[in-house]
C-alpha cells in the first residue's frame, strides 16, 4: 500500500468554496457551512492510503479516462487521479451527487 500526497486543485477548492457559501446562504448557516468543508477536506485524508480501492469513473460511465471517485462526505463526491511518477493524489473536482459527472467530462474530457 502506497501512501499518496494529496494535492487539491485550484478548480475543486473552488467549487468546496462554492459549496460552503451556498449552505451559508441558503441555510444562514456559517458554522454548518464551515463545518461542510471542513468534513469534506478531513475526507480527503483517505485517498492518502485509500486511493487504489476506489472505482474508476470509466467503469461507471464508459469514459476514457483514469479517473476515480469517492464520497469523503455525506452527498459529496470528489473526482480524483493518481499521478504514480509523484506519488500524489490531484482531486480536480468536489460535486454533489445529483450533479452530472457525464456533463463534466463531455465538456472537459482533459480536465487535469
Known amino acids: 500500500?502506497?501512501?499518496?500526497?494529496?494535492?487539491?486543485?485550484?478548480?475543486a477548492q473552488q467549487e468546496i468554496l462554492a459549496i460552503g457559501?451556498?449552505?451559508?446562504?441558503?441555510?444562514q448557516s456559517p458554522?454548518?457551512?464551515r463545518k461542510?468543508?471542513?468534513a469534506i477536506l478531513n475526507g480527503t485524508k483517505k485517498l492518502n492510503y485509500l486511493s487504489d480501492?476506489?472505482?474508476?469513473?470509466k467503469d461507471r460511465f464508459q469514459l476514457d479516462n483514469d479517473y476515480q471517485y469517492f464520497m469523503p462526505y455525506?452527498?459529496?463526491?470528489?473526482?480524483?487521479?493518481?499521478?504514480?511518477?509523484e506519488n500524489a493524489v490531484y482531486v480536480t473536482h468536489v460535486l454533489t451527487k445529483s450533479?452530472?459527472?457525464?456533463?463534466?467530462?463531455?465538456?472537459?474530457?482533459?480536465a487535469k
Not at 1 to 11: C, F, L, R, W
Not at 21 to 27: G, K, P
Not at 53 to 57: D, N
Not at 99 to 110: A, P, R, W
Request: proline share 0%.
Open 31 to 33: 458554522a454548518t457551512a
Open 1 to 11: 500500500m502506497t501512501d499518496y500526497q494529496i494535492k487539491i486543485t485550484e478548480i
Open 53 to 57: 480501492s476506489y472505482s474508476f469513473i
Open 99 to 110: 450533479q452530472n459527472v457525464m456533463n463534466l467530462f463531455s465538456e472537459n474530457q482533459d
Open 21 to 27: 457559501h451556498y449552505i451559508n446562504n441558503q441555510y
Open 36 to 38: 461542510t468543508i471542513a
Open 74 to 85: 455525506k452527498q459529496y463526491l470528489a473526482i480524483f487521479y493518481i499521478d504514480h511518477s
